[in-house]
C-alpha cells in the first residue's frame, strides 16, 4: 500500500470522526430545544459560520470528484458532512427566521443539487470542474478565516460559548491535520488547494478550543457573560 492510499485511510478515518463531530453540534441543538422554551437552542451560532463550513465541505466533494481519478477518500465523507451542516443552518433558520439565515439556506439548498448533478458529468467538464473547484477552495479558505472570524468575535462580545460545540472544534482539527497529511501524498500540484483549507481551518479551530478556557478563566469573559444574562 502506498502512501496514498495510506493517508487516504487515515484521512477518512478522522474526517469520519469530524462528521461525528458536526453531528454533536447538531445534538446539541436538539438537546437545547428539549430543555428551553425560547428560540435559543441556535444561541451564538455564527450563520456565516456554518455556511462558509458548509461550502467548505461542498468544495472538498466537488474537487474530489472533478480531478483524476475520482477521489472517493474526498468525495463522501464531504457529502456527508455537507448535509448535517446543512441541518444546523435548516434549524438555525426555524429559530431565528432572518434573511441571512433564508439566504444562507436557498444557497445550501440550490448548491447542493447543482454540486450532485455535477457529479454525474464529472467525466464530461473534469479540467472546468477541478479549475472551478479549485477557485472554490481558495475562496471558501478565505471566508472560512472571516466566517470562523465572526464567531470567535461573538464568543468574546458575550464571554460565552453559548451553543458552540467544542467537540465539533476537536474533531474537524483532527480531519485538518490528516487533510494537510494526505494532500501531500497526493503531491503538491494536487493536493495544495486542499493543504490550503486545511491550514486555515485548523488555525481556526485552534482559536476557538481555547476560547473555550478563556472563558471560565478570564475576569473579562465572566463580567461580560453575567452582563448578558441580566439583561
Do not use: C
Amino acid at each position: 500500500m502506498d502512501f496514498y492510499n495510506i493517508f487516504g485511510a487515515i484521512n477518512i478515518i478522522f474526517l469520519s470522526i469530524s462528521v461525528y463531530g458536526v453531528f454533536s453540534q447538531l445534538k446539541t441543538i436538539w438537546l437545547r430545544k428539549k430543555i428551553n422554551l425560547k428560540n435559543d437552542a441556535t444561541e451564538l451560532l455564527s450563520v456565516n459560520q456554518f455556511t462558509v463550513s458548509y461550502f467548505a465541505y461542498l468544495s472538498f466533494f466537488v474537487y474530489g470528484y472533478s480531478i483524476e481519478p475520482f477521489n472517493h477518500y474526498i468525495v463522501w465523507p464531504r457529502l456527508i458532512a455537507a448535509m448535517l451542516i446543512g441541518v444546523i443552518l435548516y434549524h438555525i433558520w426555524l429559530d431565528r427566521r432572518t434573511k441571512s439565515a433564508i439566504l444562507s439556506l436557498v444557497l445550501v439548498v440550490s448548491s447542493l443539487i447543482l454540486s450532485i448533478i455535477g457529479i454525474t458529468y464529472g467525466d464530461t467538464f473534469i479540467d472546468e470542474g477541478k479549475h472551478i473547484s479549485t477557485l472554490i477552495i481558495l475562496f471558501v479558505s478565505l471566508l472560512i478565516a472571516q466566517g470562523y472570524y465572526q464567531q470567535i468575535k461573538l464568543i468574546i462580545k458575550f464571554g460565552a460559548t453559548g451553543a458552540v460545540d467544542i467537540k465539533m472544534s476537536q474533531f474537524i482539527l483532527m480531519m485538518d491535520i490528516s487533510t494537510i497529511a494526505f494532500s501531500l501524498s497526493m503531491g503538491l500540484d494536487k493536493g495544495w488547494p486542499l493543504m490550503v483549507l486545511a491550514i486555515t481551518s485548523a488555525i481556526t479551530k485552534i482559536i476557538i478550543m481555547y476560547l473555550f478556557k478563556w472563558v471560565k478563566i478570564s475576569p473579562i469573559a465572566m463580567q461580560r457573560s453575567a452582563k448578558n444574562n441580566n439583561q
